[in-house]
């Protein structure tokens, strides 16, 4: 006799689902690292151009877009704010950038960093990340 038996075919096919049940959620995991790496890149670029903004403009700058900053890999992913800091908020003492991912997006079970972001207020640049229920989560999404 030639070929395989069923036997054999379903030993092959327990092997190969045991196998994707443990790599799918160490994949799943690792590209959502990645997306949250994407966001803290555009975060970064947004600090450093807010600053030099700043230095020739009385406050700092309310959209990306007047600070020259791509955010279009961040679109399908997170949602991108820039606000002011303070009781009114102002951009003149510091502001709040802040990605948070889009319900709709491909990144909605990252329920760890469901918004990171940073925080320029008082000359202090403070990283900040919350998970879905608002908890602090700066340590583990941004490694500090």
Request: hydrophobic share 45%; proline share 2%; aromatic share 6%.
């Amino acid at each position: 006799m030639r070929g395989f038996s069923l036997i054999e075919l379903m030993v092959v096919v327990v092997i190969a689902g045991i196998l994707a049940a443990v790599a799918y959620p160490a994949y799943t995991s690792h590209v959502q690292r990645g997306r949250r790496a994407d966001a803290m890149a555009v975060l970064t670029a947004v600090v450093q151009a807010q600053e030099r903004y700043r230095a020739n403009n009385a406050t700092y700058a309310a959209t990306a877009s007047a600070l020259g900053v791509d955010v279009s890999q961040l679109t399908q992913i997170y949602s991108l704010t820039l606000a002011g800091v303070g009781n009114p908020p102002s951009l003149t003492s510091g502001y709040v950038a802040t990605a948070a991912v889009l319900e709709s997006g491909v990144q909605r079970n990252d329920s760890t960093c469901a918004t990171i972001g940073v925080q320029l207020q008082g000359g202090v640049l403070e990283y900040v990340a919350t998970n879905s229920s608002n908890a602090d989560t700066r340590a583990a999404c941004w490694g500090r």
